[in-house]
Nanobody, 121 residues
């Protein structure tokens, strides 16, 4: 079992920045993927970004490239999502996920509880 705890969401003005964090605990393997999806009201959950551990490079949804940066703390099972130049369209609940193996876009094995990001003036 893996438990995921997100933090860092909140209210930000358009053009602003936020950094989300996700800490994983439990049975953490040496090869896994941690990343983020988001779900806006009335929309399907969509992939945002992911970072494999054990091989591979960060993966981003096309619409996030250049504005969002995913990083990790190699000393622990933690990933961060730095979000810049935020727009109201980025308003959503952001979910951290954990997936066995190196595939960034396969079905996650575990989800966090989600953290709300609201971009509004």
């Amino acid at each position: 079992q893996v438990q995921l705890v997100e933090s860092g969401g909140g209210l930000v003005q358009p053009g602003g920045s936020l950094r989300l964090s996700c800490d994983a605990s439990g049975t953490i393997f040496s090869i896994y993927v941690m990343g983020w999806y988001r779900q806006a009201p009335g929309k399907e959950r969509e992939f945002v970004a992911a970072f494999p551990r054990g091989g591979g490079s960060p993966d981003y949804a096309d619409s996030m490239k250049g504005r969002f940066t995913i990083s990790r703390d190699n000393t622990k099972a933690t990933v961060y999502l730095q979000m810049n130049s935020l727009t109201p369209e980025d308003t959503a609940v952001y979910y951290c996920y954990y997936r066995y193996g190196l595939g960034t876009r396969g079905t996650p094995n575990y989800w966090g509880q989600g953290t709300q990001v609201t971009v509004s003036s």
